[in-house]
C-alpha cells in the first residue's frame, strides 16, 4: 500500500521496518469505523474474536495464557549509561539492546500484514498533544488503538512533511511460514519479550506481546515512559493519575488528579458517583494526566488517552456503575469469561454467577471449579466518550486546572484513610514514599508490600530521584499556585481482615472533606504524619461506622510509623547522590516529629 503520508523521516522509517520485518504487506491505517469493523470481522472469522451477543460491536479475546500482564521484568529503560535509567529500571545499553532486538525482528512478520497506526496521544490539536506512529502485525492492536487513541488521517495531517512523531515498533514476535496455521493468540514465549524505550532518541521498541500496555504503546510506553522523560526535559509533567472534576452544592467546582498503583480504583475512582448530597462529579481521564503550567500560573491538565483499558473483574453495579454503562456497546474484553447467555462475566460482576461458563482460557467453568472464571487482570477497552459521567472538557485543547493531587496505595494496616502534606515538599515526600501491595496487573507475586513512588515505579522513563527533583521544580515553578496535595488509603483492615471503609462512591466523603480544606472551610487536626480530619469534619451522614472503626481509620499511630523510617531510608539509599536534599529533610523532619 502506497504510504499517504509526505513525511519523510516516518516514509523512511516504514521502508526500514518493512525491510527488517519482512511483512507480506504494509496497510496504513485511516481509523475509520469500517476499518475497524473490517479487521474486527476478520478475527471473528478466524476464531480469535468472540461476538458478544448481549452487547452490540462488543467482542472477546483469551489471550495465550503466558501473555496476561504487563511484563515489569522485561522492560527496559535504555539510556546510553544506566545511572539516567536509575535503580528501579531494568536497564541494557542501547547498542546491545538493539542488537538483540534486531535479531528478534528479522523477518519476523513473516506471513502477516504489518500495520501502520498514525495516532495521537491527546486530542488532535491540543498544544500538549504528542504524534506517536505504532508498527504492528496484530489486528487486534490495531482495533484496541483505535479506541485507546485518536487514530487516523488527520493525524497524518498534522504530521505534514516534516512534524516530529515517536516511532513506536511492536511485533507479537510469532513469523507464519507457508501453510503455516496460526493460532488465537500468536506470542512469542516469555524469555524473548522485550519492552524496550530509548528516551534519548524517543523511540520505542516492544517485541513478544501482544497485551496491554506491553503491546498497546500509546499507553504505559509512550504516554508514561517516554513522556515523562520529555516532560523533564522539557517543563512538564506526565503521570499515572486519573483526572475528575467535583462540583459543590454551590457550583464551584475543584479539579483532582490522583496517583494510585495499577488495579487500586483508579477507574472506580475517576467515574465516582458521589453520595453526598449535592456534589457532582464528572469524569475526565481514568489512568495518564498530562500537565502543563498554563498563562495564568496554574497546572492544566489533558486526558492523552480516548478509552478506558479497566481491570474487570470487581467492576459491576455496585462498584462503578458509569462503568457498567460505558460497557454496554463497542467494547474489547479480553479474557474475561463467557456464560451461557452469551455474556461475558467476570469475579464481582452483579449478580449470582452464571451456572455454567467457559473461562479465560477456553474451558468449562461452574462455581464449584477452583480456578477464577476471567484472569484477575483481565480487562476492557472501552470508548471513553460512552462513559455517562464524561465530563463534556474532557477533550478541551488546554486541558482543566488541577487543584488537588492525591497519592495512596493498598496498604492493610499503619496508613489512615487520609493525610494532607503540610506543604508541596512534605507531598513530594509523601509521593516518593508511596507503598502498597502488589497486584494481578504485572505478572509477580500478589500481595507484597512494594514502595511505588507516585505509582510510576514501573512507568518512569529515567532516574527516579531526578523524577522526584523534577516534582520539586515543578513546584518552585507553581509556588502559591500549586494543587494542595492529600494521601489516602481505602483500604484498611481490622487486625481480623474486615475492611474498615466501605470506599466506592463513599470515597466522595473524603474528597468532600479535601475541597473544603482547599476552600479553607475545614480546619483539620496536625499530626505528626500531615494534617487530618478533624472530629466530626468527615461528613458521614447517613453511613454507620461503627466508632471503634473511625477510630482506626483516622489513628496515627507513631510506633508504625516510626517502625516504617528504617524502609523510606532504605528505599531513598538506593538513589544515591540523585537523592533530592530536600527528601532527606523531609525524612528528618518526620522523624522528629514522630519523637
Ligand atoms: C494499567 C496499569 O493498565 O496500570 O493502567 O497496569
Ligand atoms: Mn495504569
Redesign the pocket.
Known sequence: MKSPSRNTRLNQWIQECATLCLPDSVYWCDGSADEYNRLMQQMVASGAAIPIKQRPNSFLFRSDPSDVARVEDRTYISTASQIEAGPTNNWIDPAELKKTMTGFYKGCMRGRTMYVIPFSMGPVGSPLAKIGIEITDSPYVVCNMHVMTRVGTRVLDVLGPDGEFIPCLHSIGAPLEKGQKDVLWPCAPIEQKYISHFPEENLIWSYGSGYG?NALLGK?CLALRIASAAARREGWMAE?MLILRLTNPEGRSFHIAAAFP?ACG?TNLAMINPTIPGWKAECIGD??SWMKIGPDGRLYAINPESGFFGVAPGTSYDSNPAAMDTLKQNVIFTNCALADSGDIWWEGFDGPPPGHAIDWKGKDWTPASKVDAAHPNARFTAPARQCPVISPDWEKLDGVPIDIFIFGGRRASVVPLVHEAYNWDHGVFMGSTAASETTA?NIGAVGNLRRDPFAMKPFCGYNMGDYFQHWFDMGDKLAARAPRIFYVNWFRKSPEGKWLWPGYSENSRVLKWMCERVSGKAEGRQTPIGILPKDGELDLKGLSIPAQDLAELMKVDAAAWKAELPDIDQHFKQFGGRLPARLGAQLKALKERLG
Open positions: 500496555g504505559k499515572h495499577s483508579k489512568d495518564i496487573a
